[in-house]
């Protein structure tokens, strides 16, 4: 592999784990730490097997009882590394033979392999032109279970897997769907051998190999490698020593060892998540949200008392002077609710009635109804992380929707320029009613007590005093009558402002609460799927 290539792959290598960890980021807390923590294992294996010696191929031989794996291991090593036989019937520990010594023992250590052999050469295997580790692997249908484990970490770590198998069990279930089709995925790094040939009628070699081949497709490893073996008669070794030779020069194992890990991590990634992008938010869901949390937070109360305040300060400016006063014996319906801009500020609450059962149950409604409108199309895990995003925030919401409402702007105490005119007006009225009693008055005494009266002055016949006393009546009730339409009219407006301004209010609390949590989760589903496709190169 040319210096060009091994850097534009490395740098592949560098994006698919980057995008591989941020899958993992985002997908902490919504998908099943056990997913998680196999991507862990993945990147740790890739930290360290990189950080290692790039010069060696580490090949590991597994295979089950009586597969003849440590025969195998022999002859292709050329050497008795692995004692056969009587005298070691099962391997009991990893037994590594390495070819090019430079660099070697860190990543045994790594490794965890104490058994070491630095091998002569052998045809094909030489230190000047290759670095190779071949290790002898304990039976992974051992009884002991701590060989069991050796075998499942091993297989974890190598760079190149050769299974072993025999022609009595080469298609048991054990090792097809414990190990071979959970690594479809690694077929670049797979070798299959059905070894031991020799024990079968050579008719019969080709129908077997054939039979296997079929197996191994329906596990997902159709294009793997696969090849007959005797350690007894020796066919079939130099083909398998070529093929590790040849995966050993081109240097290549270790970047698509690293690569199918990724490609594996992934799918299992994407297996736990599931399939699909959330639906969003929606500016017509986050207006039902805010309307049904409006009503539920009693703003149509607020809005009435609103207009019904209005109007009450504007019978006590601007009603008829005489009966005004008795106003003034009506509560203020804002002040009753603690909402009047002149109330204390050190008061940030309402006294609106405490949310009931119904106002609970509309609340809840409302928060579900957008989350689900918001999660739709997510998979399941993501969709349960979106729903639970708004739930937390609709546990704050009756304090906040209540302070949202205290602190609002209703205009309570903002005076009316028609207000003053009125007033002047009225008063200028009363003034002329009692200036005509007045004068009829003294005209009336006048005459009680048998003096001159004095001519009156008329209009169209009607004494002034009689015509003062009309008019200031007719027009203290004509203004009190205009008064009550135009505030009825001026209500209306200061309430639909009002209901602007709580409205608005009420969404900035949903938002903060409900929507922004919720887009958050949205977000952060579309960035893992991102992500994951990245991974999956």
Do not use: C
Not at 222 to 250: C, E, F, H, W, Y
Not at 391 to 398: A, D, M
Not at 451 to 477: A, F, K, N, S
């Amino acid at each position: 592999m040319s210096r060009h290539s091994g850097s534009r792959e490395s740098s592949r290598l560098d994006g698919r784990l980057q995008a591989l960890n941020d899958a993992r980021e985002l997908g902490d807390g919504v998908l099943p730490d056990e997913a998680l923590e196999d991507v862990v294992r993945v990147l740790e294996r890739a930290s360290s097997r990189r950080s290692l010696s790039a010069d060696h191929t580490v090949v590991g031989f597994f295979g089950a009882t009586g597969s003849g794996k440590s025969s195998l291991f022999n002859a292709v090593s050329g050497a008795e590394i692995a004692t056969a036989a009587a005298r070691r019937p099962t391997t009991s520990e990893p037994l590594a033979g390495v070819w090019g010594v430079d660099g070697s023992e860190p990543l045994l250590d790594w490794l965890d392999v104490r058994s070491r052999h630095h091998a002569a050469p052998v045809d094909g295997f030489a230190d000047e032109d290759t670095g190779l580790i071949l290790l002898d692997l304990p039976d992974f249908d051992s009884t002991r279970e701590a060989n069991r484990k050796v075998v499942q970490r091993m297989v974890g770590l190598v760079d190149v897997m050769v299974w072993v198998l025999d022609p009595q069990k080469y298609a048991d279930a054990a090792v097809h769907n414990g190990f071979l089709a959970p690594l479809a995925s690694h077929g670049a790094v797979t070798l299959v051998v059905l070894n031991q040939a020799d024990r079968l009628p050579e008719r019969d070699v080709a129908p077997v190999l054939e039979s296997l081949r079929d197996i191994l497709s329906r596990d997902g490893l159709g294009k793997v490698r696969v090849l007959a073996t005797s350690a007894v008669t020796g066919a079939g070794i130099d083909a398998l020593r070529a093929d590790i030779r040849r995966v050993a020069l081109q240097r290549k194992a270790q970047s698509q060892r690293l690569a199918a890990d990724i490609t594996k991590a992934t799918a299992d990634l994407h297996a736990a998540s599931g399939e699909g992008d959330a639906a969003g938010v929606r500016p017509a869901t986050k207006d039902r949200l805010a309307d049904e949390l409006a009503v539920a937070a009693n703003v149509p109360v607020v809005v009435r008392a609103v207009s019904r305040s209005y109007r009450l300060e504007s019978l006590r400016r601007t009603g008829w002077p005489v009966t005004r006063w008795l106003a003034r014996f009506r509560p203020d319906p804002l002040r009753r609710l603690n909402l009047r801009s002149d109330a204390s500020a050190e008061l940030n609450r309402t006294s609106l009635p405490v949310a009931g059962a119904p106002e609970r149950a509309r609340t809840d409604a409302a928060v579900r109804a957008f989350a689900d409108a918001a999660s739709a199309g997510a998979p399941g895990p993501w969709r349960a992380a979106i729903r639970s995003a708004a739930r937390e925030g609709r546990e704050r919401l009756p304090d906040a929707l209540d302070q949202a409402i205290a602190g609002a702007d209703l205009g309570a105490n903002r005076k009316s320029w028609w207000w003053g005119l009125f007033n002047v007006v009225q008063w200028l009225a009363l003034l002329t009613v009692l200036g005509g009693l007045g004068w009829l008055g003294v005209l009336a005494g006048l005459g009680y007590f048998q003096m001159p009266v004095p001519e009156v002055p008329r209009v169209e016949g009607w004494p002034v005093p009689t015509l003062m006393l009309l008019l200031g009546v007719v027009l203290g009730i004509v203004l009190a009558l205009t008064g009550r339409f135009i505030a009825a009219g001026a209500a209306g407006a200061r309430a639909r402002r009002a209901r602007k301004r709580l409205h608005t209010a009420v969404a900035f609390v949903a938002g903060k609460l409900i929507v922004e949590p919720v887009e958050v989760e949205v977000s952060r589903l579309a960035a893992f799927n991102t992500a994951l496709r990245k991974a999956a190169g």
